[in-house]
Nanobody, 123 residues
Framework: QVQLVESGGGLVQAGGSLRLSCAASGSIININDMGWYRRAPGKQRELVASISRGGSTNYADSVKGRFTISRDNAKNTVYLQMNSLKPEDTAVYYC?????????????????WGQGTRVTVSS
């Protein structure tokens, strides 16, 4: 069983910063890509940023230069540092990981999601 636990969301004024964290636990033997998605009110979920196991990153155009994704492989954790926040960044943010696990029935791999953490940016 794999569990992803997010933290770090909250209310912040425009121009402020927040740091999101997402830690995975369970019988994990490897985590490949990690990412952050968000769903704003009335909109579809969108990719915010992703990072490969080797550290290659990818960002949505709307957050480039403001957000930074990073990971700590030893802690099975991904971070999202969000600076210069704007009201349009208001959304529920979800972490996402492609995880390889081992159980007593075998080896499995698949995508896992966090529970979501709300970020609200006031103008």
């Amino acid at each position: 069983q794999v569990q992803l636990v997010e933290s770090g969301g909250g209310l912040v004024q425009a121009g402020g910063s927040l740091r999101l964290s997402c830690a995975a636990s369970g019988s994990i033997i490897n985590i490949n890509d990690m990412g952050w998605y968000r769903r704003a009110p009335g909109k579809q979920r969108e990719l915010v940023a992703s990072i490969s196991r080797g550290g290659s990153t990818n960002y949505a155009d709307s957050v480039k230069g403001r957000f930074t994704i990073s990971r700590d492989n030893a802690k099975n954790t991904v971070y999202l540092q969000m600076n210069s926040l704007k009201p349009e960044d208001t959304a529920v943010y979800y972490c996402n990981m492609f995880i390889v696990v081992v159980t007593d029935t075998g080896r499995y791999e698949g995508i896992h999601w966090g529970q979501g953490t709300r970020v609200t940016v006031s103008s």
